[in-house]
């Protein structure tokens, strides 16, 4: 219900006012109403991006703004949960745990996990065949958030032979695909 209408129909009842349309106290009742309309749409937007869990447009380019590096997240949705991995991050976060949650960060699944070597970590990204798009961002903020001592290795995994014979008779069945390497090597799902 638009606030022109609200206001009528709360003042009808005290017989004062002429309502119908085309009457002086109906266009300035409507007049007022979509006044308040204006302010309403204005408020509620300002409370949507006020928020980071809400936040779709200009909330979430003012909180990136305070940051030094952006997420590499695309919807509005990941651009809310990378931020708030990125203000979650504290000088005690050194725990795997902690760590591996603030590389939700970077805006893509990214895992560090220990190796057995001390002072080296490997980091996967588990959802992305092949590099992902945004890598050289993304590696960026992963070196951010890691401890500058650490020394990192990237892990990146592709389809295998294995798979291919699971998944192709003959390579006549690949061929027809018409893909490029690039591209085969990521069709691992």
């Known amino acids: 219900m638009s606030y022109g209408a609200y206001l009528k129909e709360m003042l009808a009842p005290l017989g004062v006012y002429r309502m119908e349309e085309g009457s002086l106290n109906g266009a300035e009742l ?21 928020l980071l869990t809400t ?67 490997e980091v996967r990204f588990p959802d992305v065949p092949g590099i992902p798009d945004g890598y050289e961002e993304m590696r960026e903020i992963i070196e951010d958030i890691l401890p500058s001592h650490v020394e990192i290795a990237y892990v990146f995994w592709y389809i295998t032979w294995a798979m291919m014979e699971e998944r192709f008779q003959t390579w006549g069945d690949i061929e027809g695909l018409d893909l490029t390497w690039e591209a085969l090597e990521k069709l691992v799902r």
């Open 55 to 121: 936040a779709e447009g200009w909330g979430l380019e003012k909180i990136e703004s305070l940051l030094v590096r952006r997420p590499v997240a695309h919807t509005p949705e990941a651009r809310r949960r990378a931020l708030a991995a990125l203000l979650r991050i504290g000088g005690d976060s050194f725990t795997l745990e902690a760590v591996n949650d603030d590389l939700k960060g970077c805006g893509l699944n990214a895992v560090a996990s220990e190796t057995g070597t001390p002072g080296k970590v």
């Open 30 to 50: 409507e007049a007022l109403g979509t006044a308040l309309d204006g302010a309403a749409a204005r408020l509620e937007e300002l409370e949507r991006e006020m």
